[in-house]
């Protein structure tokens, strides 16, 4: 199957830096990107659809000016979290979906998640 | 809108025991449905869908119209088993997904 990968899988960082996070598809094109947070044994939020070579659409409440998206090919989207806070610690994930062709069942492959911590 | 209930946030059975993981949906037009589950320190990764209509390590799933469920369904659990199960309604929208429903299998 498709393979999406997620870099760093973990991260410390201090209080105001901040800290890019790379999405890829490994072997097919993602058109379309999603970037969610992850609680503890809790459900995913969708934070963005990041789109390829346009603006990031950000779901209701999540900062656009914090949590940066560029999708600038259709392997690799970052999310970068921008003069990071200890309440910004999280799992970050990324989906992506087969970016056409036949193959394009609607199915989602995701990465394996970013754990960022902030000090 | 759309929308994925999952009503139970954990469900704790024994081995050997039936299993029925409960996912109602909100959605106006044609569904499409999936069920993705997470291992202990593994990624999500897809379990089955809908349009599919397989069974996979022994789960299945239906789509009801009438009572909009996709309820997940084994009828002998095991300790592998043991995982996060996410039901989500998507296709060529933006995926919808549940809060999540823990597993737990004791032996």
């Known amino acids: 199957g498709a393979v999406v990968s997620q870099h760093p899988s973990w991260v410390i960082c201090k209080s105001g830096t901040s800290v890019k996070i790379e999405c890829r598809s490994l072997d097919f094109q993602a058109t379309t990107m999603f970037w969610y947070r992850q609680f503890p044994k809790q459900s995913l939020m969708l934070m963005a659809t990041?789109?390829?070579?346009?603006?990031?659409?950000?779901e209701q409440g999540v900062e656009k000016d914090k949590f940066l998206i560029n999708h600038a090919s259709l392997t690799l989207s970052t999310l970068t979290v921008t003069s990071a806070h200890p309440e910004d610690s999280s799992f970050y994930i990324c989906s992506a979906r087969d970016g056409g062709g036949v193959t394009n069942t609607g199915e989602l492959f995701f990465g394996e998640g970013s754990r960022l911590t902030v000090l | 809108a759309q929308r994925v209930t999952q009503p139970e946030k954990l469900l704790s059975v024994f081995k050997g025991a039936p299993v029925e993981l409960k996912c109602n949906y909100s959605?106006?037009?044609?569904?499409?449905l999936f069920w993705y589950v997470q291992y202990s320190r593994q990624r999500l990764q897809l379990l089955l869908r809908?349009?599919s209509r397989e069974s996979i390590k022994g789960f299945t799933a239906d789509l009801n119209k009438g009572e909009t469920s996709f309820h997940l369904k084994k009828p002998f659990a095991q300790e592998e088993d043991s995982a996060m199960y996410y039901c989500?309604?998507?296709?060529?929208?933006?995926?919808?997904f549940g809060r999540g429903t823990s597993l737990i299998v004791h032996p």
């Open positions: 959605y106006s037009g044609s569904p499409e």
């Open positions: 990041s789109n390829e070579g346009s603006k990031a659409t950000y």
């Open positions: 989500a309604l998507g296709g060529s929208y933006i995926p919808t």
């Open positions: 809908h349009i």
